[in-house]
């Protein structure tokens, strides 16, 4: 029997060292070639690796959460083969970027996309033997695990048999989850859950924003009365071709039209350096809750796209991070950000820069409020916009000027397009 050493390969450049965030195999399994041996996640992107030839494992390097040196020696197997190929790198198998972390609370990112699609031969058959590691994207193992679902009894529909995020939801509706914990189990179990991944990456991100950056929030009532009107009759209109309107292209607009006033909140603060970079093109990050954590897909150029493009561009992004299929380009890069929680936004948050950003603008839930119009109180459809500044570069008196122009194009939406 001969043995090959799986080396960690280069997953990015400049990059010296990986953490391992999830071993597919155990000693003693026998694995066929393209098989996911384990994945690993620099600061952009998670990488699985696969095996270079068929064989049984014997070593491991190392636990979840451990960091390894890129070359290092990953996995070892013992082939059946009668020749003993030299010890080589794995190949890597698509790798496909996950989020940076670049400040989770609201918007910084860190993703974790699953690598692309495997070369593994199709299944054919809805069940996995018990020998037979499934294939499936750390996101959706992670889901599974959570769940108690044995992902060897999921039919995978995806390419080679990859079992996908519908997969699992087409089982857990079915029934096809875990048996939940006794009573006296819930009160008297304790679950320890080491930090490892995308949630590491999250954490350090938050700590350093939180730590270097002196936050500056202010918080502004906006009314989206006429805003909401507007959105209303376009979506109405039932145009081929375009995406419905969500409140979030009319504030991406509204920024594009407050930043030419105010350029120096489009920029990156180097602290270390002391250096402002103020950016030409706009680059908004839209924070996104993705089942791994939350990400930042970049929306570029948002002062060249019209309402329905950044529409369009919010959409495939935010499914792309969901899916796992986001790019490290399309997860980097951001200049401002925006935060959005929907319905569940509360009414004012503090949000986090996504750090080395100096600004981010925080969307609260639109509510009925009682408006006072000079002579009566009317129902009006009210939002709060709560966005935080580095206080190191960005003055009071700028923070406000620039939430106002956004009220101002808001509550005015016909300036939007008035150039």
């Excluded at 491991?60 to 013992?78: H, K, Q, T, W, Y």
């Excluded at 939940?180 to 350090?204: F, M, N, S």
């Amino acid at each position: 029997m001969a043995e090959r050493v799986v080396r960690l390969p280069d997953v990015g450049e400049g990059i010296a060292e990986a953490e391992l965030v999830e071993w597919h195999v155990k000693v003693g399994d026998v694995v066929r070639e393209d098989a996911v041996l384990g994945a690993v996640m620099t600061d952009k992107a998670t990488v699985e690796i696969p095996s270079p030839a068929d064989g049984r494992v014997t070593w491991l390097a190392g636990n979840v959460g451990d960091l390894l040196a890129i070359g290092s020696d990953f996995v070892r197997l013992e082939l059946d083969g009668k020749s003993e190929p030299a010890p080589e790198a794995a190949k890597v198998a698509s790798p496909a970027a996950s989020a940076e972390a670049k400040g989770a609370d609201h918007g910084a990112t860190i993703p974790r996309a699953p690598a692309g699609a495997q070369k593994s031969k199709p299944f054919a058959a809805p069940r996995h033997h018990a020998a037979e590691r499934p294939l499936a994207a750390p996101a959706v193992r992670l889901r599974a695990r959570e769940a108690g679902v044995d992902l060897r009894q999921v039919h995978g529909t995806g390419p080679a048999g990859r079992i996908t995020h519908d997969d699992l939801d087409a089982l857990l509706l079915r029934g096809g989850a875990g048996t939940p914990a006794t009573p006296h189990q819930a009160q008297t179990a304790v679950t320890d859950i080491k930090i490892v991944g995308l949630r590491r990456k999250i954490a350090e991100k938050m700590s350093i924003a939180n730590a270097r950056i002196p936050h500056i929030t202010y918080v502004e009532e906006v009314d989206v009365t006429a805003l909401e009107d507007l959105r209303a009759k376009v979506n109405g209109r039932k145009l081929p071709d375009k995406p419905k309107l969500t409140l979030l292209p009319f504030l991406m607009r509204a920024m594009v039209r407050a930043i030419a006033e105010l350029p120096h909140l489009n920029a990156h603060f180097d602290d270390e350096a002391g250096i402002v970079h103020q950016h030409a093109g706009v680059h908004i990050g839209i924070a996104t809750q993705t089942p791994t954590g939350l990400m930042v897909p970049v929306v570029r150029h948002a002062e060249a796209r019209d309402l329905w493009g950044c529409a369009s561009e919010i959409a495939r992004l935010a499914e792309a991070a969901r899916n796992g299929s986001a790019t490290r380009d399309e997860l980097t890069g951001s200049t401002i950000t925006i935060t959005s929680l929907g319905a569940l936004g509360g009414l004012a948050t503090t949000p986090i820069i996504n750090h080395p950003e100096v600004a981010i603008v925080g969307v609260n839930r639109i509510a009925i409020r009682p408006h006072w119009d000079g002579s009566a109180f009317v129902p009006r459809q009210m939002m709060n916009l709560s966005s935080s500044f580095d206080h190191r570069v960005i003055d009071g008196f700028d923070a406000a000027r620039f939430v106002q122009r956004i009220k101002l194009l808001l509550e005015t939406p016909a300036m939007i397009f008035i150039d």
